[in-house]
Structures are given as C-alpha cells and as structure tokens.
C-alpha cells in the first residue's frame, strides 16, 4: 500500500471517532498495561530495570490522555497548543518503543535518559498481557500518530478562529438579527431579507464548522472537507456584509442571484457597521488558518 493510500485508509478507519471516544480506547490500554507490569515482574524479578518500565507505561498511558485533553482545552480556549502538543510527541514516542521493546525485544530509554535494551516478554501470562496492549494500541496509536504528524500551526490557527467566534457569535447573531429587522423595515424585496436572515444561519453555521475541524484534526482525519465548507461559508458571508454596506450581487437562498442596494436607514446602517467591526477579526482567524494539514 503506498503512502497516499495508507494515509486515506487511515482516515476512513479513524473518521468517526471523536476525542473521547480515543481517550476511552486508551484508558482500555491502561487496563492492559496494569496487567502488564504485575505479571512480567515475574520475568524481571532480577531486572530492576525491567520491572520501572513496566510501572512507567502506566504513567505514560495517564500522561498521555492528560495530553490530549491538554491539547483539546487549548483549541477551545484559543490558549498555545505547543507545550500540551510537544509533551504528547515526546510521551507517545516513549510509550510506543518501551510497548515494542516488551513485545519483540530492543533498544527504548530509560528512566534517567539512559537507552536500555529489553528482552521479549516470554512467560506465558506476561505474554497475554504484552499481546492484549499491542492489540489496543495498534487501534489506538495510529490516531494518536496522525495528531502529531500535522503541523502545530494548523491546530493553533483553529484554536484561534475559535476562540474569535465564540467571543463574539451572541454579539454577531443580535446585530444579523438587527440587519434582518431593518431591511424588512425597508420594504426591501423578499429575496433580500431572506439573505439579510441567512446570515444569522451562518454565523452559527460558522461555528459548528469550526468545531468540526477541531474534531476533524483531532483524530487525524482528512480536513479539507470541513475547511472548504467553512471557506465557502465565510466567503458568503463576508460578500453579503459588503453588499448590504456598499450593493452587490449575492448568491439568494434559492440558487439564483439577488442585486442587494445599501442600507440607508440609520437602524440598518448601524447594524452593518457593527456586524462589519464584529465580522473583520473573525475573517482574518479564518483566512489565517494553517492549511499545511489539508
């Protein structure tokens, strides 16, 4: 299978797990390893060594969901993914070679740094358990891998356009609401104050989109479809604003096209002006969106 194929069946096997879901796959992985370290004792009993790593993928397994949850608040919150994202790089790297290291025997790192070389795990209970953590981490390490091959900025740049519409949706959807009302007022034709509402659809459309891109990067699925649905949407709604502010011509709900004239009434100026100063930096998170990882 080449890379590219690889990479599409990876997204079809992932595309409908969400971020909780993973994280309850991987507490499953900690049941597992808990198994692991009390019963490959028995074949380190002489290793110290041996018997650490095998408590450390506990803590590596904990770690990890922290991580995730780590990086998900971040997005949410608009703060920096970077410390949450790099910790996730360096946990997931060491967990993955000390679980292959019990499996099939090499070379991981210790716990002062150190590289260390382990043996197979060969006692039959050690090796039920060592095969049950392979199991579900071959379910789940691949997700987890496909978070951390995308570009940072991608996820920040969300998390960014994000935290900008949620600052100011209740704001957005009152002044639509305003813009609606004042066309209306306007006697302006059917099909213009259908387009003056559909912003109000879109802003919370907007929104939802935003969301699903997080979703979307989180378990390491394909995010063109999400973003182009989220561009075309802020571009419709970006060229309604200027229309309503300075005319145009606009796509109506219906498929055809409407002429808007500007608002001159000074309750529709108001609402354009107010939803153009709340409208611009929300644009520019959007159009700021790393699109490295489409």
């Given at each position: 299978?080449?890379?590219t ?6 997204r ?10 993973l ?56 703060s ?21 290291a ?10 002062g740094g150190?590289p ?58 009152r002044?639509m ?6 066309v209306?007022?306007?006697d302006a ?32 699925r ?17 060229a309604?604003?200027r ?11 219906d ?7 500007p ?14 100063a ?17």
């Open positions: 299978m080449d890379s194929s690889a990479a599409a069946s990876r079809t096997r992932f595309g409908g797990l969400g971020p909780v879901l994280i309850t796959l991987f507490v499953a992985t900690i049941i597992s390893v808990l198994a692991l370290n009390i019963v490959i004792s028995a074949q380190f009993e002489a290793d110290a060594v041996g018997v650490n790593l095998a408590g450390r993928q506990r803590m590596l397994s904990q770690r990890t969901v922290k991580n995730l949850q780590g990086i998900q608040l971040a997005q949410q919150s608009g920096e993914v970077a410390a949450p994202f790099e910790e996730l790089s360096t946990t997931f790297s060491l967990f993955d070679t000390t679980l292959r019990f499996d099939v025997g090499g070379s991981t790192t210790g716990a150190e260390v070389t382990l043996e197979a795990v060969e006692v039959a209970a050690g090796r039920a358990a060592v095969d049950a953590a392979v199991l579900i981490w071959s379910e789940y390490g691949p997700a987890v891998q496909a978070l951390m091959e995308g570009p940072q900025g991608s996820l920040q740049s969300v998390a960014d356009a994000q935290r900008m519409v949620r600052d100011r949706i209740d704001e957005l959807l002044v609401n305003d813009l609606t009302n004042a209306a007022a306007a034709s059917t099909a213009a104050v259908n387009i003056a509402g559909r912003q109000r659809m879109l802003s919370q459309r907007i929104a939802r989109q935003l969301y699903e891109l997080d979703v979307a990067q989180t378990v390491g394909d995010i063109r479809p999400e973003l182009a649905a989220l561009q075309a949407d802020a571009e419709l709604f970006d309604t604003i229309a309503f502010s300075q005319g145009g011509i606009v796509p109506a709900p498929g055809t096209t409407e002429a808007i004239v608002v001159d009434t000074p309750a529709g100026q108001r609402a354009v002006t107010a939803a153009t709340l409208w611009q930096p929300v644009a520019a998170a959007i159009a700021g969106i790393d699109t490295e990882a489409a």
